[in-house]
Every structure is written in C-alpha cells, then in structure tokens.
C-alpha cells in the first residue's frame, strides 16, 4: 500500500486492518530483541558505546566542510571521482550521466534511503535502463510498486503469504513458493542473474571514512558487497552526514548499528570498501575463487555525496541532530504508534518513524512533515532506543511549532480569541490550542462544577466538541472536581510535627482539577511517613502546550513554574510529583525551556511520588503506617515516562514491599498519550495500541486491583476494562 494522500480515521482504518498485523509482529520482535542484546552486552557498555557514537557524530557534522575536502582527496588519490550534488536534481543527474557514459542497460542496487530520497530509480527507468533491488525487501515493494514501510525493513508490512501470492503472481514461477526458503532461493537465483549481468553498481553507505575515502556497508544479505564489486562501476550514494574521521571512529557504530535496528549481536555483513583499488571485480569464470576473480579490468568508482538540505539543517539548530541518524529504525521499532500503522502512515516521502520528521522537514518541507508529525505523541521512548541519543521529541515538537506558525490564521482562530497571549503562533488551530491551554478549561471547569460535568456530558455539546475540536464523542471527557487538591489541602491544619522531611508535592493539572484523589492520598501517605506536606500555588508545567507545538506557551509556564517550585527547593523542600510526565519535564524538557540553574534545581529536587516513598521507607520510616496487602493481587501499568526515566521499579518495590502480590504490565504504551486519544482521527489507533494491555489484563483484572500511575495510562484503562483502575498511592493511603 503507499501512502494514504491524507492522515484521516479512514485511512489509518484501512492501514490497521491491511498492515497493522505485519507491522505489528515485526516491529514488536526487533525490540524485544534490541532489550535481549542490551541486556548481554551489559547496559553500562551499551551506553558508554551510544555515547562515544553521539560525540563522533557530533564531531563530525561540526567538522562535516573539513571532512568533505578529505574525502574527496582520498577517493581522488584512489582513483575514483567525487561528486558533492546540491540537491536531488543534481545527484540524479550525476548518476544518469555516469550511467549513460557507461552505455549501461541495466544497474543493480543494494537497499539506499538516500537513492529513495532522491527518486533515482525513477530518474534511470524513465532513461530506458532497467533498475533492480537487490534487497529482498526493497524487491518485494520494487515488484509490488510501493514505497518502503520501514527504514530498514522496506517490506515489513507484507507477511510471507502476501510475498508468495506477489511473486507466483508477476514472475509465473513454475513451483509453489510456498516456504520461506523457497521464496529466498527464488529471489536470490533470479537477482544474482541480474547482478551477474549488471553494467553499473549503486549501493548506499552507512559510513564514509574521510581519512581512507572509504566506505562502510551493513547488510543481512551480503548483496552490497555483490553490488559494488561484480559490475566495473560502482557508485555510491551518501548524503553528507555519513561522513566520520576515521576506521577508528567506526568502532561504537559497529557495536551499535545492528542491535538497535533489529537486536542482532552483530551485523551478518560489515563490509568496509576502498574502491576502486581494494575492491577487486568478481569473475564469475575464474575456477579458484569465485568470490574474488581478480579480473585485470580498470574499475570506475563514483562516490556522490548528497547535500539536499543538509547543510540548512546543519546550521539549524533545532533540526541539527536529525543529522546524527545513523538510519537504524530504532524509533520506528520503539514507538506504540508506528507499531500498529507503520511507515505508510507514520513517515513522508522517504523517511519513516520518530526520526523522519526531521529528515522530511528539512528535505522536502514543512508541509510534507505536517502529514504524519501528529503522531509523535513526546513519550520519549525513542530517546532511550536511538543509538546516538537524538532527542526525537524535541524535534518532532519544534516541527509542529513550525508547522503552526506556518498556517494562516481562519475562522476557528476568531472563535478563541484571547484564548492565548498575542504573541502565541497565529495560525495554531482550534483544536491545538484547546489542548494547549487545557489548564484554563480545567480551571473553568472545576469553578462550575458539577454543571460544567453536566455539560459537556451532553450529546448537542459532544456532537459540536466532535465538529469543532476533533474530539471524539466515543471518549469520556474528565469529570471535573468543585474543590481542587490546592483548596483541600489549604483547608487543612497540619499533620505532622518535626517533620523528617519538607515537601512541596506538585499540584499538577488532572491532579488538582480532576484526579483529585491520587492528590489527596499522597498527601496522607507522605504525612504518615513523617513529612510536611504544602501543595503550592502553581500553574502547569507546560506539558500540554508543548504537546501541541505551541513552544512559546510552554516556555512562559516553564518559567512560572521553575520559579516557584525553585523558591521552595531554596527553602529545603523536595519537589514531589504524581504525574510522572511532569517529572520528565522537569528532568529533560525544562533543560531547553528555561535557565540552565532553574533546570538545574528542579531536576536535582523533584521526585516521582513513589521513588520519594521508597527512600522514605529505606531511610527508616515507618512501613506500618501504610495499609498493606496481606497478599491482595494488583494488576500494575507504568508510565511510559515512568520507565524512560527508569522509575518504575520504585512503585512495584513498595507495593512488594506491603505484602502486595504484583503483576506488572510489560506492555510499554496504553495508546492514549494524553491529547491524542481524545483525537477523532487516532481514536482507532489509539484503542488498538491500547488492545494488546487490554488482553494482558483482563484475566488479572477479575482478581487483581488494576492500578496506573500515569493519568492518561488511568483513562485509558477506565475505557478498556470494567474495574475502575486507580493510583497506586490510593491502595497505600493510610485512610484506604
């Protein structure tokens, strides 16, 4: 299937009905995989190798003119010839002229983003000259004619029926292709006919070494080296970023490079090529060696290198990382939402997963980003699975923010006038900024309660949320409280008396106005283990804003937030958060939203709620206080910001701690990533991440007490499962 011209309900629909399955079993395997290698290698070594990969890209792209000039002259002093192409046109017409000099009728090609980028394929056929993939994926979506589903599985949405059907279908093959090994035998006797044949050679480069003029390949399938050594002209095509110093920077990468993108130990192929005088030309003649015939032929080597964009993108400072991608598929493999849809919804013209919004925006533009941007929800698990660290989110949120201020303000922007600052992106629409500013509905909310509730629950009113806002009618909207935790806390006297420890627990949004309770048994439970609790006079931390793109907001919220919460940390209070997305911000995005010694502060001073009870009880607080589980079953789904930020062992220790017997979700994602399961287009997709926890707990849910403790993780469990799933601090609650 390509990609659906637009990103409606439909469309990701008919993706979830016709891919989803494929995409689904693949993308799942090569991560648990990925967990399996990391877990041998030893996570210590693992991020000691991502964080010498990330200082040699970044080396390398602050140094990317330098290492151009030394590649080229060391290529030139192989004998071969480089070419730095400005943009897709130039490249493709670099290579149709190398081609054409060749008088070339057919060329063979290993698997290439960069050749997809640029439309190489379709430049050369529409010259007359036959083009074949010799990937077995990229040769399945070349016979079936549609575009790469996956950075490095192209075909990964086709199962291996769907292959067999395809093939016995264009290639009338005169025996059932009826097991994998046959299908495998059938496409490599059929494209090592090609490659034999071949006049001209492209491969792709993972890595191009400046000192050497050298290039890197990493395969499954080894047809790379055949590629580039069988024919008597190679051309490689690389964009810029591929360039690092040197054989020896190539050592983390090599580590790396297969275990994030499908959790192998190593790649079945490395190849490193110094064409043309170190890459002897396969003779299939010669009786010794079929491998390397040692042909007296004169060997042609083009390297073309690929600006298109790349060096705006270097000198811009938010898209910038977006150049350290080393193409793994990690983010895809990583991410709930590319799990169940895939690359042809979640990708642009080329590119695919969390990381292609980058790649798309400074390739072909914001508008072709704008397709698919909205389905990065911020989670941040990519960050943890990119192998050089990216901070996908921050560049899928940068983005958005362009895309916003990009669109010219309507109708709807009349309908919220005054709903943000002046000075807020005009053309934000309706919807985004209602999310963005969910704070001040919440705020209007719990001042009118319970009429507000009564409102908003009414079908006239759903029906014009669904038409105006996108939100979709089938979800329960919050059910604002008339009196938020701040005021019920600020009503209260005291509890605890030479307190052991000061603490200002975080009133964040859903937590004053709506999930009120989680506050309020957090409050008992931390004055039970001997703290003093304030619950300060503070906005929100700017998460929902951000979430949207509306950066300006966020940074305004940031700083308000920062301010307070760093007067009460100057005063010896330790900042406790319930709402483990707020924690994040403070721990990652605050570092680019406000001052360094505000980030600073509240990242060394804040506390998720159940790593500050775990050090409670750890540093000789009284266990008893709490209400324990005599063995009672409990059902537990993290955050997924609980586990990026590697929290979620604190919960399950304490409720192990009280006797609970705990069975705890290793499902990364419930699917309603806060705004974007409310959303009318994503409602399916949302449900269909959400399934696959559903299936794990409802059996336990029949036993258990199903907690969350995460607000969105809460609401989504609510619609999935019959019990009402609550905050695991509301079992320890001394009043439970």
């Known amino acids: 299937m390509s990609k659906p011209d637009e990103l409606d309900a439909d469309a990701i629909r008919e993706l979830l009905r016709s891919e989803g399955d494929g995409i689904k079993e693949n993308t799942r395997h090569f991560n648990e995989e990925r967990y399996d290698r990391i877990e041998e290698v030893g996570a210590d070594t693992h991020e000691r190798y991502r964080s010498e990969a990330r200082r040699i890209k970044q080396d390398a792209i602050e140094r990317l003119p330098e290492l151009v000039e030394r590649t080229k002259a060391a290529v030139e002093d192989n004998g071969g010839t480089v070419y730095v192409a400005d943009d897709a046109a130039d490249a493709r017409r670099y290579v149709r002229d190398v081609v054409n000099e060749d008088d070339a009728e057919s060329v063979v090609k290993s698997k290439s983003m960069t050749t997809e980028e640029i439309e190489l394929n379709e430049s050369l056929e529409a010259s007359g000259v036959d083009v074949w993939e010799t990937d077995l994926g990229e040769f399945v979506v070349q016979v079936a004619e549609e575009g790469p589903s996956h950075i490095v599985g192209p075909s990964l949405h086709r199962t291996r029926e769907d292959v067999t059907a395809l ?10 292709l009826d097991t994998a090994e046959k299908l495998t035998t059938f496409a490599r006797d059929y494209l090592g006919e090609r490659i034999e044949a071949a006049d001209v050679g492209i491969t792709g480069a993972n890595f191009v070494l400046a000192d050497s003029g050298s290039i890197a390949l990493v ?29 020896g920077d190539l050592h983390p990468f090599a580590e790396l490079i297969s275990r994030a993108a499908t959790g192998q130990h190593i790649p079945q192929y490395l190849s490193i090529l110094t064409p043309p005088v170190d890459t002897p030309p396969v003779d299939f003649d010669a009786p010794e060696d079929p491998s390397f015939g040692g042909s007296d032929a004169d060997r042609d080597f083009h390297l073309v290198l690929v600006d298109n964009g790349r060096r705006e993108m270097r000198a811009d400072d938010d898209l910038r990382e977006t150049l350290y991608c080393i193409r793994c598929g990690a983010c895809a493999n990583s991410c709930a939402n590319f799990q169940s849809v895939g690359g042809h919804a979640f990708g642009g013209e080329t590119y695919t997963g969390g990381i292609a919004t980058g790649w798309e925006a400074g390739i072909e533009g914001l508008d072709t980003a704008a397709e698919f941007n909205d389905l990065c929800t911020g989670c941040s698990r990519c960050v ?11 560049i899928n949120t940068v983005v958005r923010d362009r895309i916003n201020r990009g669109k010219d303000p309507g109708f709807e922007d009349l309908l919220v006038d005054g709903l943000v600052p002046d000075d807020e992106t005009a053309g934000t629409p309706l919807r985004k900024r209602f999310f963005g500013n969910f704070e001040t509905a919440a705020k209007l909310g719990s001042a009118t309660a319970p009429l507000s509730n009564a409102v908003a629950s009414a079908a006239p009113i759903r029906s014009a949320m669904e038409s105006l806002l996108g939100i979709d009618a089938r979800r329960d909207l919050p059910t604002f409280e008339r009196t938020t935790l701040r005021d019920w806390a600020s009503d209260r006297d005291a509890a605890a008396t030479n307190p052991r420890r000061r603490v200002a627990l975080y009133p964040d949004v859903y937590t004053n106005h709506v999930q009120t309770s989680r506050g309020k048994a957090a409050i008992r439970v931390l004055e039970a283990l001997g703290c003093e609790v304030v619950v300060p006079d503070v906005g929100g931390s700017g998460r929902a804003p951000l979430s949207q793109g509306m950066i300006e907001t966020a940074e305004r919220k940031a700083a308000s937030v ?9 005063r010896g209070y330790d900042v406790v958060v319930v709402e483990p997305s707020d924690l994040a911000m403070f721990d990652r995005e605050y570092e680019r939203l406000v001052e360094e010694d505000v980030h600073r502060t ?16 750890e540093n000789g607080a009284d266990e008893s206080v709490l209400t324990a589980g005599d063995g009672d079953g409990v059902a537990y789904h993290s955050h997924c910001q609980q586990r990026t930020l590697d929290l979620e062992p604190y919960t399950e220790a304490v409720l192990d701690r009280l006797g609970y017997d705990v069975l705890t979700s290793d499902v990364e994602c419930c699917g309603m990533a806060g705004s974007f399961g409310y959303k009318t287009e994503f409602y399916e997709l949302s449900m269909d991440v959400g399934e696959t926890l559903a299936e794990q707990f409802a059996d336990a849910a029949d036993e258990r007490a199903v907690v969350a403790s995460g607000t969105s993780c809460l609401e989504q469990l609510d619609s999935l499962l019959a019990p009402v799933p609550r905050h695991p601090v509301e079992l320890v609650d001394p009043e439970a």
Do not use: M, Q
């Open 219 to 247: 395969t499954n399938e080894g047809n790379a080296r055949k590629c580039a050594s069988v024919p008597d002209t190679h051309v490689a095509v690389a964009g810029l970023e591929k360039i690092i110093p040197s054989v």
């Open 167 to 176: 093939f016995e279908r264009e290639f009338d093959t005169d025996e059932p």
């Open 384 to 394: 943890n699975a990119c192998p050089v660290k990216i901070d996908i989110p921050w």
């Open 602 to 617: 509240l990242s060394d001073n804040s506390f998720e709620l159940f790593e500050y009870v775990y050090g409670l009880l």
């Open 562 to 570: 920062g301010e307070t919460l760093g007067r009460y940390a100057d």
